[in-house]
């Protein structure tokens, strides 16, 4: 069900649609496909980048730096998440160019110039607030039908919740709202675009519901903790692959939880 793609150039910007350009950042891995994607976008009102990438890429920033010009407008994060977010300090210092971000954004060791609000409208684009993979989650959606989706909806993969700042009744919430759109075109954080989303974000929640039935099915057996029942449940072997399904599994119990449909006792999860 997921799409791949040729490993694309670095350190380029590369048309992929009129007024959007795409940067691959060099930060490939198993969480990150090729690396993330920075997007750089002509607005009403000015130049506008979204999700300027990892800080460990030199020539990745300054792959940004020339293609956002003199005085680019403004620096726009779908979430706090380092290979997101974590070149932009450094973007903002160099740029002058302030930096969008949720109200639910980390206050930390960062702080952004403007916080942003679900249903607001900033350089054309309307914010959605689409928590569940990070509580601070947007997307951006341009008149057009185009959705810069960040992590909530990527074309390679699915995407890990990982409590407690990830949150599976939200993230489930959030792509029945997706459902229910018209979007036609995503720009996801990572992977390839995704044409006609509706269906393919059907299926990301029609798998979700499939893996809550199996940790169900799984407790119906026997009470039992996270790491058995994801090792039951996903068989997945490679250590980091494994952990995000641990991590997963976490998600859907504490979304059983606050249903009322499972227990915990220390480590031990049982149907309630």
């Not at 074309?155 to 036609?184: F, K, T």
């Not at 675009?193 to 509706?198: E, F, G, H, K, T």
């Not at 799984?218 to 980091?240: G, W």
Request: charged share 20%.
């Amino acid at each position: 069900m997921f799409f791949s793609e040729p490993e694309p150039c670095r350190a380029k910007g590369v048309e992929l649609a009129p007024g959007i350009l795409r940067i691959v950042a060099n930060n490939p891995g198993k969480m990150t496909y090729h690396g993330t994607n920075s997007y750089i976008i002509d607005t009403p009102d000015g130049r506008f980048i979204i999700d300027p990438g990892p800080a460990e890429d030199s020539t990745h920033f300054e792959a940004i730096i020339e293609n956002l010009g003199a005085k680019p407008s403004g620096i726009l994060l779908t979430h706090h998440h380092s290979d997101h977010f974590g070149v932009v300090p450094a973007l903002r210092a160099r740029t002058d160019a302030p930096v969008y971000a949720s109200r639910a954004f980390p206050d930390d060791a960062f702080r952004p110039d403007r916080f942003l609000e679900d249903g607001q409208v900033i350089a054309g684009l309307t914010v959605l607030h689409t928590p569940g993979h990070a509580s601070d989650h947007l997307c951006f959606a341009r008149p057009d039908g185009v959705l810069f989706t960040g992590d909530h909806v990527m074309s390679w993969n699915s995407s890990i919740v990982s409590p407690p700042d990830g949150n599976m009744h939200d993230y489930c919430a959030q792509l029945q709202r997706l459902i229910e759109r018209d979007d036609r075109i995503y720009f996801p954080g990572h992977g390839p675009i995704l044409r006609d989303p509706q269906p393919y974000v059907k299926r990301l929640l029609s798998n979700r519901m499939r893996r809550e039935a199996e940790i169900l099915a799984h407790l119906s057996n026997t009470p039992d903790s996270v790491q058995n029942i994801a090792a039951s449940v996903y068989q997945k072997t490679d250590p980091h692959i494994a952990m995000a399904a641990e991590r997963n599994v976490a998600a859907h119990l504490e979304k059983l939880l606050s249903e009322s449909r499972v227990a915990q006792d220390g480590g031990v999860w049982k149907l309630t």
